[in-house]
């Protein structure tokens, strides 16, 4: 009888030290963020599903990764999809917008290792975040969030809320393209 007493004050202390001492969700064997491939412009990170897409702007450079083409076509529009959201890209201007829509999914840290959730932690809320990811070993972390504005290289980024209650994202490219 008494083994099974200290038995079960055994387990009863190691469950409230495990319950007490939060623990965090395993590190995934690729992060989302330190381990996607560099990007010129900046990507869009869903913190609920771990999707990350390069919000590209401008034509990528055949060999080298992480640069853009030196010559840029423009001239044409298309639609995108990037981290599970959708927008468009007006190479004439050369602008992309994607919407957000209203309504945050809950923050996953399972698809980030421990130094992306450092730099997650104070943008949890925001169910997205833009992400500099040229070099992944240092990459930095803005806010999806109505009032925004960076820039990075030669994007401005600015972030809006729609009438709607959705955020737009619009990415103003500086670089001249030719017609």
Sequence with gaps: ????????????????????SGISAPEPDRCSICDYIPSHAPCLVNLNTGEVGEIALYEPHHTLVG????????????FV??????GYLDACVPETHVTVPDGIEKYEEKYFCSTCRELLREYSHCGFVLADVRN?????VYPVEAGTEFEVRC????ITETDKGELDI??????PTEE
């Design 67 to 78: 640069e853009i083409a030196e010559e840029q076509r423009g001239g044409y529009f298309s």
């Design 81 to 86: 999809s990037v981290a599970g959201l959708r």
């Design 136 to 140: 992944p070993e240092a990459p930095t």
């Design 155 to 158: 994007y401005t980024v600015v």
């Design 170 to 175: 619009s990415l103003v490219g500086s670089i």
């Design 1 to 20: 009888m008494r083994r099974i007493i200290l038995v079960f004050m055994m387990m009863t202390l190691l469950l409230s030290l495990v319950a007490c």
